[in-house]
DNA sequence: CTCTAAACGAGACGGTACGTCCAGTCTTCGG
DNA sequence: CCGAAGACTGGACGTACCGTCTCGTTTAGAG
């Protein structure tokens, strides 16, 4: 095979990553099986990557770049919730797995926590500010609710509701799940 | 060595996983330095938890078992929310690295994942029944809040913002961060 | 299971061994599975046999004790030794491999060694006193060979050299074979 | 320690088997403890001998490599034999353990067997043709025996009969053995 | 357009842990 | 008391990866 250098392999390495992580999970996922999907030795890896962790968080990062998405605007705060949720439970589904399991692998270490969070969850400071604040603000504008001057705790307490479930069962939400968090927590917690 | 059995050998294994889990870490931790720890051979360990998960699990609940704990009662729902927070926090404090690795090693394992949240935060409905639904109904008796009906996903809605919290840090929550959770999120979220 | 107690529980284990014998090789018997195809404990074949060659022995004993088998009687010196040497190499057939792998688990073990010898191969004094000093002295009488007196070595080199080949080869001597001793050892040693 | 590789490597492991089997005996000997000895893991002596046997044979062979050795050459019959023997035994006087104990790990697996058979005794047609038709064409020429054409069979008798002596006994043949071996099976036998 | 330095691919190295099997000992219970 | 059952400490099995390390080979890119 031509010897690849450079972006190309670091693109091969990252899918033969994805791959490996598709097959067998994060937890069985080895360095060495990584290697061996993309015709290379663990040298080249290791010398990009120094752990499992942030091979993996890069290989997820690789195929799902944290998209900064426009926040929704369906016309009713309830619209632009649900399909928020539902946005985010989507492009967590294949995700979570790695994330949660990342999560684990190095409780307390701040570092690749926060770049855990960010990748896979979106920066908290980020969604407020370019998400639910647009929202609620069209919200109060409308009238649908009194006063769009929320604290983050309380605006993101939905989201984490949610991301929450999402560790917890490790599979998409469902439609009765997102109803009930979109009624049974971010109305009336946002005073609708 | 005199020989152990029975109950004084299961406890003398899951105490000795329980020092291994305190001493690296439950992604470092293996069952062959459980089982030299506790002075016997792997085989023990093995005839009794067949992985790595379900003896944590096992040395985390003997270490401290689900506490039935009756519903704080302090005068105000303020208090009573504040109190079985802090409660939660604290005893979750060295249990939650175990934890949300555990959460880590199975996903989409149903079974362990419902034995891990039952024992390490509680279930859900018991919660609701024995400690949420009692301290809402005193504040409800106490007027306080309007009523005593909400929904199952809104009563634990606080609970689960501040197990997102303890597992995204992996450290106890502080006065502030406990604040936020009672005064950002339950208190609006229950009509007070 | 009824109980089984002093010679018919010995008679059960022994068979046991020798089923398990048969079935995976002297090498793969382990104490376990001879003490499972009895239907025993461990407990019961350590009180009679303290190891497995021990076991394996008196297995091989039990199931074929050393003949006394009086010497063929041919009427030829040749016709004899071609006999034994065929009787030898039958009897042993099944028996040679416990029997040299017997004699590797304790080299050096003289007490083992003779027991070994004796039961398998029978004693030398025996067989030379027994067998070939009667089939020798019967040549003789029949003016076949010059004299009936011959150093035990020279009485035995045609056996230990069918036994090194039965070892060796671990299959049950040929045609052939047994010829060459004979015709090529045996009578040119005695003097035919 | 600096890493070894190749023909240094190699020899370290075999001289560590080596060790072992002198310190512990064949039977006693394990993997686990040659890789300890010679301070390396399973894995790398795995990869060179997949098994005890191989590994063992390789040490002894490494230690003691099948010597050609010219046939020797006293000036008699007698004394030619006596030679070989006594050199023979001496040579085998420290495999012989190892070597009836690898005759017993695979019983009919004639690959290893012959191997074992070449490497721990020489083979057999190499012996007749290298070292006993020499001798015997000398003796011949000499006029101590009647022919040189002996058959093979007749040729190794002797030396089987002190083989099996050696595996028998596991000790080197003393001098009343080799006399018994020359003067009352090989003498005799050839014709002398 | 050569020469050189870096990166690649291949795979061995010293280790750790895996999960299984058996050795030999000991305990408990029932007959 | 002894048979049956089975748990105990101990240790080796053969395998899989770890992260490190040579060792040639290939490939840019600088002179």
Redesign the interface.
């Known amino acids: 095979m031509a010897r690849r250098r450079g972006q190309a392999l670091d693109d091969a390495l990252l899918d033969a990553a994805w791959v490996v992580l598709q097959r067998v ?3 069985a996922l080895s360095m060495e099986a990584v290697a061996a999907e993309a015709a290379t030795s663990k040298n080249v890896l290791y010398r990009r990557w120094p752990s499992r962790p942030e091979l993996v968080l890069a290989a997820v990062y690789h195929r799902a770049p944290p998209s900064p998405s426009d926040p929704p605007d369906t016309g009713s705060l309830r619209g632009d919730l649900r399909a928020y949720l539902a946005f985010m439970s989507d492009r967590l589904a294949d995700v ?2 790695a994330a ?9 270490n701040p570092q690749l ?1 926060d770049t855990v ?1 960010r990748s896979a969850f979106g920066t908290p400071i980020d969604i407020v500010a370019d998400i639910l604040q647009p929202i609620v603000d069209r919200a109060a504008a409308r009238g649908e609710i009194p006063t769009a001057s ?2 983050a ?2 605006l993101t ?2 989201l ?2 949610a ?3 999402l ?5 998409p939400l469902d439609d009765l799940q997102l109803d ?2 979109v009624d ?2 971010a109305l ?2 946002y ?1 609708a």
């Open positions: 999970g994060y937890q979570v797995d949660s399991s990342l999560l684990a692998d190095f409780p307390g926590l969070r929320l604290p705790r309380t307490a939905p984490d509701v991301r929450f479930q560790i917890m069962s490790a599979r009930a968090f049974d927590v009336p917690l005073g």
